[in-house]
């Protein structure tokens, strides 16, 4: 069992080099192993390209020996034909006789087909390995998948007394309340996350470009929350550097469960993750309506004496570290989880 436990763990890790390309398919890890000998491992190419499955077999240098290997995987190898063919009928084909799988893909197109299709063909099956570890590596994608709507991840700076924005500015650009090294994690987090998300005050205020320009990855989508459509053309959310969603009153009723209407028109648009940066009263209306999964909050030695307060939540404390000057804490939404 250890050395079943080890080979996930290795699946698992490499399994985090997709983040941020192969969304909205989930990053999946696949190891291969013959006499107790990784002879091939892959994950997830990015949207439309080869699964974690097919890129562990084609490094197999002696194909011959997939008749006698293991194969180790995140996530329940797919059985039905989307960009790509099944890796379940690749599997197969390559006759490899053992399948050890983390976790049972919960997506109604396979949801158990791969497994069966796997035993049908006299493969032995073990499902399980490390599954709460897996789950919550596939987080995004079971997110998505069971509570049709993205995971959501709440995202903030606020200042050493509790400030989210300053009463007044004099000019249109952020007030910037953490360092360079804070801000450039914000943008790697940019980078792996589908879509990004403010409402009109944080537009017009900050005018943000929301792009991951000091980290090198996909820029997310851009989903602004605008009622009366009263943002014109000229501020940078509406360049070309990603793409850009609004919400208006033409899409969704303000009148109550906003949160949820947006993240029904997120789902309905296969957004599988969000991040939320603000401002405060965008934040607090997911809060308000619990949905959400993760707030990552950095607190700046900035002092503004009065100003915008900070969101009102509870969630559970799991990480918390310095970054130089700041610091930053990572909560996850216990009433909110999958389990």
Request: proline share 4%; hydrophobic share 35%; with cysteine.
């Amino acid at each position: 069992m250890a050395n079943h436990e080890t080979y996930i763990k290795r699946c698992l890790e490499i399994a985090k080099n997709g983040l941020g390309t192969t969304r909205p398919n989930p990053m999946v890890g696949a190891v291969i192993v013959y006499n107790n000998s990784i002879i091939g491992e892959g994950y997830t190419s990015k949207y439309g390209e080869n699964h974690a499955e097919v890129n562990a077999i084609n490094a197999v240098a002696n194909k011959s020996l997939l008749k006698k290997a293991t194969l180790y995987v995140t996530l329940e190898p797919c059985s039905h034909f989307g960009k790509t063919p099944p890796c379940s009928d690749l599997i197969i084909k390559h006759q490899i006789p053992n399948i050890v799988i983390g976790c049972v893909d919960d997506n109604k197109k396979v949801a158990g087909k791969g497994i069966e299709k796997l035993k049908n063909a006299g493969c032995h099956v073990t499902v399980g390995l490390l599954e709460n570890e897996c789950k919550k590596h596939h987080k995004r994608f079971f997110t998505f998948h069971n509570k049709k709507r993205p995971y959501i991840i709440l995202k903030w700076a606020e200042t050493a007394d509790g400030f989210i924005a300053p009463k007044t500015k004099n000019v249109q650009k952020p007030v910037w309340i953490t360092n360079v090294f804070s801000r450039q994690l914000t943008h790697k987090w940019r980078a792996e996350e589908q879509a990004i998300l403010v409402g009109t005050n944080t537009v017009i205020q900050d005018n943000p470009s929301l792009t991951a320009r000091d980290w090198i990855g996909q820029n997310p989508i851009r989903v602004v929350i605008d009622k009366d459509n009263k943002l014109s053309k000229d501020y940078a959310v509406f360049n070309d550097e990603a793409e850009t969603i609004i919400t208006s009153k033409k899409d969704i009723n303000y009148n109550s469960n906003v949160a949820k209407q947006i993240c029904d028109v997120l789902f309905q648009k296969n957004i599988n993750s969000v991040i939320i940066e603000g401002g405060t009263k965008t934040l607090q209306t997911f809060i308000d309506e619990n949905l959400w999964d993760e707030a990552r909050v950095f607190k700046g030695n900035t002092v503004f004496k009065e100003g915008v307060k900070t969101p009102v939540f509870f969630g559970k404390l799991i990480s918390e570290e310095k970054i130089m000057t700041d610091s930053l804490k990572i909560y996850t939404n216990e009433t909110n989880s999958r389990n």
